[in-house]
């Protein structure tokens, strides 16, 4: 099974200022099969990035995702108020589908 | 517009049984794979199971195998997910997905359905 390791677990910013999150799978993951969620409190998850770097529909160019192999990245370019939230990644690589435990994109 | 609409949540007793449906519309229901996704209480997202869009081909997570079994009836657009031997551990909200397969994404979600096992 593949295990996903996001970093930091809680990120403090302010609006208007970049987030890089961090996605580091415990082996290879085609870049095919990583994707990135949003959660916010109360809702269903939304999708954000897949193949690792193609936005899904609707989502603001502010949103980037890049990596390859074991370490990928989510960033938010400038951080709007909507944005703070929690983040996943997923990969789909094997049979089995797994989650990154989440970071938290908090008001600092 | 596709939405998903699961059903069925509800307290159960440990060792008990549940079925979830989750209803789909805005999408050619048999063309797609479909997911159950669940998160407990403060917890994160924990992938259960998936079912290719025949119904031919199913997958489990090891948690659940066993004891959980997915389905689907393309006649009614429903996807189905048949749990048993309930237990604590299983308490959360159960998410309906639809899932594609190449990039690897869950593309669409419901609103969840809540699960709570306790005596």
């Known amino acids: 099974e593949i295990v996903l390791t996001q970093s930091p677990g809680t990120l403090s910013l302010s609006p208007g200022e970049r987030a890089t999150l961090s996605c580091r799978a415990s082996q290879s993951v085609s870049s095919s099969y990583l994707a990135w969620y949003q959660q916010k ?8 990035i897949f193949g690792a770097s193609r936005r899904a529909t609707g989502i603001p160019d502010r949103f980037s995702g890049s990596g390859s192999g074991t370490d990928f990245t989510l960033t938010i370019s400038r951080l709007e108020p909507e944005d703070f939230a929690v983040y996943y990644c997923q990969q789909s690589g094997s049979s089995l589908f797994t989650f990154g435990p989440g970071t938290k994109v908090d008001i600092k | 517009e596709v939405q998903l609409l699961e059903s069925g949540g509800t ?21 797609y794979a479909m997911s159950w996704v669940r998160q407990a209480p403060g917890k994160g ?11 031919g081909s199913t997958y489990y997570a090891d948690s659940v195998k066993g004891r959980f079994t997915i389905s ?20 959360a909200v159960y998410y309906c997905a639809k899932w594609n397969w190449n990039p690897g994404h869950f593309d669409y979600w419901g609103q969840g359905t809540l699960v709570t096992v306790s005596s």
Not at chain 2, 45 to 55: A, K, N, P, R
């Open chain 2, 45 to 55: 997202l924990e992938w259960v199971s998936t079912i290719t869009g025949s119904g």
């Open chain 2, 72 to 91: 689907r009836d393309n006649s009614k657009n429903t996807l189905y997910l048949q749990m048993n031997s309930l237990r604590a551990e299983d308490t």
């Open chain 1, 41 to 48: 409190p109360g809702q269903a998850p939304r999708l954000l």
């Open chain 2, 11 to 31: 307290l159960v007793q440990p060792g008990g049984s549940l079925r979830l449906s989750c209803a789909a519309s805005g999408l050619t229901f048999s063309s």
